[in-house]
Each structure stands twice: as structure tokens, then as C-alpha cells.
């Protein structure tokens, strides 16, 4: 387990609880996911250490596939390293295949019930195409968490980040308000869209003096988790 560089903080039991640079299960509180997923198929789009694979998985549901590209063999830091070996660890019986958001359709992955798309939209160069792949394959609901930007404005807007505004990270690229992002998850499909918990304002301001005092740029960027369904 040390020699993997985790993001998840994932139990593999007997208390063992790996190291992952993200608090996991304070973010599982926000997502609402349902308590009982027993006869539902799940996408987790976007799994890299597999800790919502695994959860949907625990929570009863019968299929679970778990993607990804950037994480397990692109150009970020992390690997599938971690998420084989909590699936070893686990006994777990989630399925696996590495493939890029665009690459997503029916014919690919197929369609299922329940899709996760958590913290992935706001690394999408083009979030509304990303968003029609993701809705290809979401047969009735979407749980969708991600960064966003100029809460304050009702008017759908996003922020573009062509270099390394948003936190110094290059990998992200985008910052929709609330209200574009409903707005597209409406364009691509979804007939009802709910904000379902704002997260992360705390984390937001003080990564936010942080980097002002570091780069003396003023970025602030909040979370946000949406629930949309197909009908």
C-alpha cells in the first residue's frame, strides 16, 4: 500500500484505511447517493481509486463498472495501481475498463441506471460535449460533483482557464456557474436537474488565500453536487 500514491481514503477493513490525499467519506456525505442500490447497474466515471465503485458495490448494486483514462493511463499523477489493489483487498467484483470520457456510448460501455461523474467535468476542455457522452449512457439518473465558479450570477456562465488560474492546476479547464451547469445537463437530456449540496467553501477560501499568497492571484472556486434525471 506505501508504494502507491493514493487520492482515496478507502477501508480495505481490519483497519486498515489507505492514505489518499482526499477526504473521501466527508465527500460521500454530500453526494446523497441511495442507501439501497440493489437491482441498479452503476458507471463511475472518472474512478481512479475506485472509492465510489466500491461504495456503489457495498450499497447492492448489481453491476458496477468503473472508468477511467487520465488517472490510470494518461498524463496525471495517479495510477490503477491503487484501485487493483483495494479491488484485490476488497474481494470486490466491480468491473474495470480504461476509456476517456468522449470515448463513452452505448456501443463502448453500454447504459446504465445510475452514473457518477465526480470532480471530472471541470477538467473537460469541452464540458457540454463531455456532458452528451455522459448522458449516452445514463438510462435514469446522473450524480454529478464538480467545481464551479461566479456563483453569484444567475445567467449561465463559465470560466475558461487556459493555463494554471484554477489552483495552479493545469488540468483544469473549466469553471461553469450552478446555473450553466444545469442549464447544459438540460441541453444534453436531463429533464430535471436538483442542487442537492454546495461543499467545500471553507476548503475553497483558505486554498484561495493560500494562492493568493503564493502566485497573488485571487481564485475561488466552490463545489457543488447536482442530482439529474433522464425522466
Request: glycine share 10%.
Amino acid at each position: 500500500m506505501a508504494q502507491v500514491r493514493w487520492f482515496h481514503q478507502i477501508d480495505l477493513g481490519d483497519g486498515v484505511v489507505t492514505p489518499g490525499e482526499d477526504d473521501t467519506p466527508e465527500k460521500l456525505k454530500t453526494l446523497h447517493l441511495p442507501q439501497d442500490l440493489r437491482g441498479t447497474t452503476v458507471l463511475d466515471i472518472g474512478a481512479w481509486d475506485g472509492f465510489f465503485s466500491f461504495e456503489a458495490e457495498r450499497r447492492g448494486a448489481t453491476r458496477v463498472l468503473a472508468t477511467d483514462d487520465f488517472c490510470w493511463g494518461g498524463d496525471g499523477w495517479g495510477t490503477k495501481a491503487g484501485f487493483d489493489l483495494a479491488h484485490r483487498a476488497l474481494g470486490s467484483e466491480v468491473e474495470s475498463k480504461e476509456i476517456g470520457v468522449l470515448d463513452l456510448s452505448p456501443e463502448t460501455v453500454g447504459v446504465f441506471d445510475l452514473v457518477f461523474f465526480l470532480g471530472v467535468l471541470y477538467h473537460m476542455p469541452h464540458p457540454l460535449l463531455a456532458l452528451e457522452r455522459v448522458a449516452s449512457v445514463t438510462g435514469r439518473q446522473l450524480i454529478l460533483e464538480t467545481g464551479v465558479d461566479m456563483t453569484w450570477f444567475k445567467k449561465p456562465l463559465l470560466a475558461f482557464y487556459p493555463e494554471a488560474e484554477a489552483a495552479g492546476d493545469p488540468t483544469n479547464w473549466c469553471g461553469p456557474n450552478p446555473a450553466a451547469v444545469a442549464a447544459m445537463l438540460k441541453v444534453v437530456g436531463f429533464r430535471r436537474v436538483q442542487v442537492v449540496d454546495r461543499l467545500a467553501t471553507l476548503r475553497a477560501l483558505a486554498r484561495s488565500a493560500r494562492q493568493t499568497l503564493a502566485r497573488r492571484q485571487l481564485f475561488l472556486i466552490s463545489r457543488y453536487v447536482f442530482h439529474a434525471w433522464r425522466e
